[in-house]
């Protein structure tokens, strides 16, 4: 179910009135329900996946704290996660996303009999409840901190396996080919049919922030497992984000919530301007991208330069839509997701953009890889390996796939270049401060945009062909592409314009004296944009592949 | 924005209803105002349309479109290309006999065949080009076109050009339930395989004359709509009438995007990424027409040519998809991918469908090469 579709238009407002006429303790349990319903619209199976990783999680909170889980509890989760690895045994995959059968029940039970690795995956996971809840007294009788390191180590490393297996297995066993060969085996033998859960980046590390704030005594263990559940798997961020941290979100969660007409409005104009990024802007130039980057012949100088910058415009608008819709559709159920990007480009250096793209993200890496790992605390040679680690890692995380890490690296290598720089003071005089902030933002923006090319290059051999065409065909002008939708020049232009001026003037002052008029003009300007968009196909958010 | 509207909400929450009320005055402002700048000329042979006017226009009906750009437009036409009329082409232009040491080419199709034809001539006086083309000239029009033309002319080779973009839509009988954008006004049979026999449905015109004595006569124009209705697979009366929806730039907006969401639903029925359905009524029809397109030629001495066009970014599906038919009837066909890969821009003019002069003349080489083979090989 894609934001910007018509399934997720008609479910939005079904399930906004269902949480209106819900009384409000089991508000939560219903935006659970809708979330675990737009989660199965891909594929029910995986509803499995995040059944078990929120139920791992969730004990390993409790265990961490040293409250332990009851009898009963233990007990009810297990036939919770047991009822849903069945449900997504028998589950006849697909076929709740395909609109035509979504009346008809998606049970298939004469495949069920054939398909042995579906029900071996079921006995692996009842014998793996079975062992732990039989060695739940063995394991509870620990005390103190050899207890609390034993359950934070497992709580990540759960996680990390769950992320690693289903993102990365494919992708390291087909670098090893060769030393597979080498072996005298076949590596086909190795490589497995696994499909990528959507979103899984995203729960996975939410669930390890949240086993390590337990750890770090920063936060209370969630008692409520539906509470928990939709800490994991709350529909407007639960595919791309923002990432937020539990202590944010559980608090949302664990409080009455009051929804406003201010509040609304506020989510229904989040709704309107993601959609238009995402709609006018993302959809109106990806044609022009995909033709280029997916070109098997060699593109000119101009193509290369264009699609570059477009794709910098075009992920920024999809990635930035997604999230505006997210937190207008969280603010329509009275909860506030956090700010995700804050004005990026216009970034005067690596450390500004890090701080102001992809913020949860950052801020996550920042906060339990970079940290952890020493940050700047252990002089200089240390601190360049944590950034450059860092940010590698971040690279991986979006896919795996070399230009993935190339691309971290490449941000690591600016992050390490500016640290070693900012020493060096500007002598430049006051007055031109201005103009050689100007400067820096103009020059920082080609080099965000040469880290864009690294991360769109389908292939490694299609980013060296990319970047030595870039240094050897400079100047061919040569446009073979095609042309981007005419609707999107009008958006790139308001969009621009709106953000100039919202990086100028942060002050309310500003927008009290700003006539109603002018920005009424301007938001109709922007309703005209999206009236001139509808026609554009509609593209899957990128940020759903990571 | 998302900040300072925040911030701006805040403020004016008290105020949203006059903040309502200006949007809405803002709108229709921009609709009166585009309709007034971008105002589409009325002769637009002699002032032709601002790339914003075109663009404005894209989105009125199809009755409209009749009435105010393609009708004023069509008049005027090179009539040996035209606007597709299949008949009452002026046929003084056209070119009925080859001289000495000439052959006689006729290719029939969409501008891709004519281009083809074009470049064909300029590769010296061998080979003299009869063009029946139209723009995009759809499946059924160029099997037509070829079939009331062939008496006419004495040529020894025959090309029939077919683009992937158009296998979708043999349904249709009318340019513009196709190709609503550019509203052409042109008409031409459906076909469809019943019992493994070709069969056609015939419009009520084909000619520009029959087009207006039917738009001039408002009995005969409904009677026309009716048969459309029944007929053309892609008729839809919201795209097709007019009324005062045309006057509104919002709403023709509006009415361009349903056309391209239709439009791609249509294409999709019969295409998927990975090619065409095998099993569809589309490819089952087209494939018959190429068979019988070839036989017929044949009877006639004449050596048949399919020229396989593979629209950009659609692979080498269409070629895929009459392979089955070629190879088994032996016709002779010139496939562009090979030649022009699909998904290379560089095979195409920017923003355009079409092919490179480059391409075209590289297109032509290989096509008289094929022509040249299958002669020697018959003893011509």
């Known amino acids: 179910m894609l934001f910007n579709s018509v399934t997720y238009f008609l479910f939005l407002p079904v399930i906004y009135l269902a949480y209106i006429a819900t009384p409000k303790r089991h508000q939560n349990l219903l935006l659970l329900i809708a979330s675990y319903i737009f989660y199965a619209w891909w594929d029910a199976r995986l509803l499995a996946l995040i059944a078990v990783s929120t139920s791992i999680n969730y004990c390993c909170g409790l265990m961490i ?75 509870g009788s620990h005390i103190g901190s050899k207890k609390k390191t034993l359950f934070v180590i497992g709580g990540v490393t759960t996680n990390l396996v769950i ?46 922030s949240y086993v390590v704030d337990v750890y770090r005594d920063r936060l209370e263990p969630e008692r409520s497992y539906v509470n928990f559940s939709l800490f994991l798997a709350f529909f407007p961020s639960l595919l791309a984000g923002p990432l937020d941290r539990a202590k944010n979100l559980l608090s949302e969660f664990s409080i009455l919530r ?22 006018v802007i993302a959809d109106g130039v990806v044609r022009t991208v995909n033709t280029v980057f997916g070109s098997p012949g060699q593109p000119s100088w101009i193509d290369i330069v264009i699609a570059t910058v477009l794709f910098t415009i075009q992920i920024y608008c999809d990635f930035s839509g997604y999230t505006d819709i997210a937190r207008g559709t969280a603010k329509l159920f009275g909860i506030e997701l956090m700010i995700n990007f804050n004005l990026p480009y216009f970034s005067k250096n690596s450390r500004e953009f890090w701080n102001r793209w992809h913020i949860s993200l950052s801020s996550w890496l920042r906060d339990y890889l970079y940290i952890p790992l020493g940050g700047n605390r252990s002089g200089d040679i240390k601190t360049y390996r944590n950034l450059m680690l860092t940010m590698v890692l971040g690279g991986l995380w979006h896919g795996a796939a070399w230009n993935f890490i190339i691309w971290g690296f490449y941000h690591g290598l600016v992050l390490s270049l500016h640290r070693a720089l900012v020493a060096v003071k500007s002598t430049a005089a006051s007055r031109w401060v201005p103009v050689m902030n100007g400067l820096k933002m103009f020059s920082f923006f080609f080099v965000i945009c040469y880290g864009w090319l690294l991360f769109r290059a389908p292939s490694v051999e299609t980013l060296v062909g990319f970047s030595s065409t870039l240094i050897f065909d400079f100047g061919n002008m040569a446009f073979t592409a095609i042309r981007p939708k005419a609707a999107a020049f009008l958006g790139i232009g308001l969009l621009a314009c709106i953000e100039l001026i919202e990086y100028l003037y942060e002050s309310e002052p500003f927008y009290k004296r700003l006539p109603m008029p002018a920005w009424t003009a301007l938001y109709s300007l922007v309703i005209f944009s999206f009236f001139l968009s509808l026609g554009n196909e509609s593209v899957q958010f990128v940020y759903f592949n990571f | 924005m998302t900040k300072a509207l925040q911030c701006i909400m805040r403020i004016h929450k008290n105020k949203r209803f006059q903040a309502i009320l200006w949007i809405g005055f803002y709108l229709v402002f921009i609709d009166i105002g585009v309709n007034i700048i971008f105002k589409f000329p009325e002769d637009p042979q002699q002032h032709p349309p601002s790339l914003l006017q075109g663009y404005f226009e894209y ?31 002026g046929n003084d232009s056209q070119v009925r006999k ?43 029009w160029g099997y037509t076109a070829y079939s009331l033309d062939r008496e006419e002319h004495s040529a020894k080779i025959v090309i029939w050009g077919i683009m992937t973009d158009n296998v979708p839509f043999t349904g249709a009988t009318l340019g513009a339930t ?54 053309d697979k892609f008729y839809d009366a919201f795209l097709f009438k007019e009324g005062l929806t045309d006057n509104s730039t919002f709403l023709r907006v509006i009415r361009r995007a349903y056309a391209q969401t239709v439009h791609e639903r249509d294409f999709n029925r019969v295409y998927t990424k990975d090619g065409f359905k095998a099993d569809s009524e589309e490819i089952a029809t087209l494939r018959l027409m ?28 269409l070629y895929r998809a009459l392979k089955p038919s070629l190879d088994a009837k032996k016709i002779s066909f010139l496939s562009s991918h090979i030649i022009c890969p699909p998904d290379d821009p560089k095979s195409f003019i920017p923003s355009d469908g079409h092919f490179t002069p480059a391409k075209d003349i590289e297109l032509a080489k290989e096509m008289i090469s094929i022509i040249e083979k299958e002669r020697v090989e018959e003893g011509q």
């Open chain 2, 59 to 89: 989105g009125r009906s199809i009755e409209g479109k009749f009435k105010k750009m393609a009708f004023a437009a069509l008049i005027q036409v090179d009539p040996t290309i035209g606007y597709g009329w299949l008949k009452g082409r």
């Open chain 1, 163 to 208: 992320l690693g297996f289903f993102k990365y297995y494919n992708f390291f066993v087909h670098n090893m080919e060769w030393l597979i060969k080498n072996l005298n085996m076949d590596p086909s033998r190795f490589h497995l049919h696994i499909i990528l859960p959507i979103g899984i980046s995203f729960y996975t590390f939410k669930g390890i």
């Open chain 2, 98 to 140: 080859a001289g000495e040491n000439q052959t006689l080419v006729a290719v029939y199709g969409m501008s891709h065949t004519k281009l083809l034809g074009d470049a064909m001539a300029k590769m010296g006086n061998k080979y003299l080009i009869r063009s029946i083309c139209a723009p995009g000239a759809p499946v059924g």
């Open chain 1, 258 to 279: 009051k929804q406003t007409v201010a509040l609304t409005f506020e989510g229904l104009h989040l709704i309107f301007y993601g959609l238009f990024k995402k709609v």
């Open chain 1, 65 to 139: 704290k040293g409250d332990g889980i009851t009898a009963r509890q233990r007990l009810t989760l297990s036939l919770w996660v047991i009822f849903i690895c069945l449900f997504s045994l028998l589950i006849n995959f697909n076929l709740i996303g395909d609109f035509q059968e979504l009346f008809s029940f998606p049970l298939s039970w004469p495949t069920l009999a054939s398909d042995k690795s579906r029900w071996f995956t079921f006995v692996a996971v009842c014998l793996s409840i079975v062992l732990c809840n039989l060695m739940y007294t063995k394991i």
């Open chain 2, 178 to 231: 196709i190709y609503f954008e550019l509203g052409h006004p042109y008409t031409f049979p459906r076909y469809y395989v019943e019992d493994g026999i070709l069969k056609m449905i015939f419009p009520p015109f084909l000619s520009l004359e029959g087009f207006k004595e039917y738009r001039n006569d408002k009995a005969k124009w409904h009677e026309y709509i009716q048969w459309l209705s029944k007929h």
């Open chain 2, 290 to 317: 190429v068979e019988e397109f070839a036989e017929s030629a044949r009877r006639q001495k004449r050596l048949p040519v399919i020229y396989i066009v593979n629209n950009r970014g659609r692979g080498d599906h």
